[in-house]
């Protein structure tokens, strides 16, 4: 005997509220998902606070839909995840309309016109009753935009009652978690869509928000001429998917501005952030990810590889509801981690070739070259300027010349030699935090010898002669100008 057993619709939407692990970032690109899919080549979000609430929308110029279509876009899983689909759909479970936006708001409202005409669907989950969803056309349903159309066609989505979309710190007010909510969720999509946003696809999209327009963040920064792209690699799946496969390695941090710096590691930093970039048809889906086939290290932070996946691997590689995870199949784990190996090592390479120049007459370098009867000594430079303010500090009693011939007397030179010939030594500094703490120390010596008050512009002309910051100009002299008042009081001068 069978007999029907279907789920709460109130429990169930309720539960929808918690499928996948989506953030205000995540939701929006489930959305804007959407209208990539309906052929949109703008997308407007806008935030809008009403008391302690904020009304989020976001609108599309994409091929909008009838009636039929709209009540289908609303029903809870909506599509069979087996289903072959066009190669450009970026959605899979039938689920992303919904779920992402009921796990930011208890009211997801949809306005949809095109052919002329106009209608609205609505589901509220404090008010369902035996899956009935609220329908409002024509005047009704126009009168839901806080904006007339721009365009012929379109859909907007509208999320009310907001309650998760701030994630309210103990102390901080509306306004401020509104600005950081803000700000983190365009950071993300103006990563997530890099590609779109820089045309990379059939038609560049456009995406505001609040009526800024986002910029492309490229996790490769291919444009800048210091970075390496590698052969790629193209890997054939069983069932006749083809997987591209394009590693980078990234710019020294030398050659990079404080802000093009920042905006390649991103919040959690280039540690956190090398290894796999994962897009499906260029949409990027996880990142910051080895797999486990590697560990994260210092050395590799310079490596990244774009993975390009169709939508017809989907699950094979496990791709979330909320698209913000997947997992790397058994059958490719040994290949990509020789190919990840080989690629690391040009990571390595980057860092270990950075040094310092040491034939430079008017360079003070940190490192001294002599050469007498043939043979070749290295000596700690005693005029290079924080050394020699380590020797004033000093002078009454001699210690600290005394410890730097004892470190150049008895340098482990054999095993230096022997470690140099595998490949396996680096001295610099593989992380900006190392770099800018010398910068640092820098300052206060610079500060002792000036009566605590000078320009930027001549501590710059003083750096520009000392190494290591000679050699690492361009970070130094955007990491001094951005600090310059914040932390050390400087007058810039601009």
């Known amino acids: 005997m069978r007999i029907s057993n279907p789920p709460q619709a109130k429990d169930l939407m309720a539960t929808a509220r918690s499928f996948g692990n989506y953030d205000l970032a995540a939701a929006l690109a489930d959305l804007i998902d959407n209208s990539i899919k309906a052929k949109a080549s703008r997308v407007d979000i806008t935030f809008e606070p009403e008391d302690s609430d904020v009304v989020v929308r976001i609108r599309d110029d994409g091929t909008g839909m009838d009636f039929e279509t709209l009540v289908i876009a609303m029903r809870p899983a909506s599509a069979n995840p087996q289903d072959a689909r066009e ?20 009211v997801l409202t949809v306005v949809t016109w095109c052919g002329g005409i106009i209608n609205a669907a609505r589901w509220d989950i404090d008010n369902i009753d035996d899956w009935s969803m609220e329908v409002l056309e024509g005047t009704e349903a126009k009168s839901l935009l806080a904006k007339p159309q721009a365009s012929k066609s379109g859909t907007e989505v509208i999320w009310t009652r907001s309650d998760r979309v701030l994630d309210r710190e103990v102390g901080l007010s509306f306004d401020d978690s509104l600005t950081f909510a803000i700000a983190h969720a365009s950071q993300r999509l103006s990563l997530v869509f890099h590609r779109y946003l820089a045309g990379e696809t059939d038609r560049r999209l456009t995406i505001s928000v609040n009526g800024r327009r986002l910029r492309p963040i490229d996790p490769f920064m291919t444009a800048h001429n210091a970075t390496q792209t590698l052969d790629a690699e193209v890997i054939k799946t069983a069932n006749g998917s083809v997987i591209s496969i394009q590693p980078y390695v990234l710019p020294h941090f030398s050659k990079l501005t404080v802000e093009e710096q920042e905006r390649l590691g991103g919040p959690e930093g280039m540690v956190r952030n090398q290894g796999f970039y994962v897009y499906r048809n260029k949409r990027l889906i996880i990142f ?11 050395l590799s932070q310079l490596t990244r590889v774009r993975v390009d996946l169709p939508n017809t691997v989907d699950t094979e590689w ?50 001294l070259r002599y050469v007498k009867n043939g043979q070749i000594r290295y000596r700690v430079n005693r005029d290079h300027p924080m050394v020699a303010s380590l020797l004033d500090m000093d002078s009454l009693f001699g210690k ?12 482990p030179m054999d095993k230096f030699l022997a470690d140099a010939n595998e490949a396996r030594v680096n001295q610099c500094p593989t992380s900006t935090e190392e770099f800018e703490s010398l910068v640092h120390q820098c300052v206060l010596n610079f500060l002792q010898g000036s009566d605590g008050e000078f320009e930027v512009d001549e501590f710059l002309k003083f750096l520009r002669d000392v190494e290591p910051f000679s050699s690492q100009w361009t970070y130094t002299e955007s990491y001094v100008r951005k600090n310059t008042a914040k932390k050390w009081g400087m007058k810039n001068g601009l």
Request: glycine share 6%; no cysteine.
């Open 400 to 411: 600290a010349d005394a410890v730097l011939r004892l470190l150049e007397s008895y340098f």
């Open 318 to 367: 496990r791709i979330t509801l909320d698209k913000s995870d997947a997992q790397l199949p058994e059958a490719l784990k040994r290949r990509l981690q020789e190919v990840v190996k080989r690629f690391n090592r040009r990571s390595f390479s980057v860092h270990r070739k950075k040094g310092v120049s040491l034939d430079l007459p008017e360079v003070q370098s940190v490192w």
């Open 87 to 106: 190669s450009d759909d970026l959605g899979r479970f039938g689920w992303g309309l919904k779920s992402a936006s009921l796990s930011q708001a208890r």
């Open 288 to 298: 910051g990810t080895w797999f486990r086939l590697v560990p994260h290290g210092e």
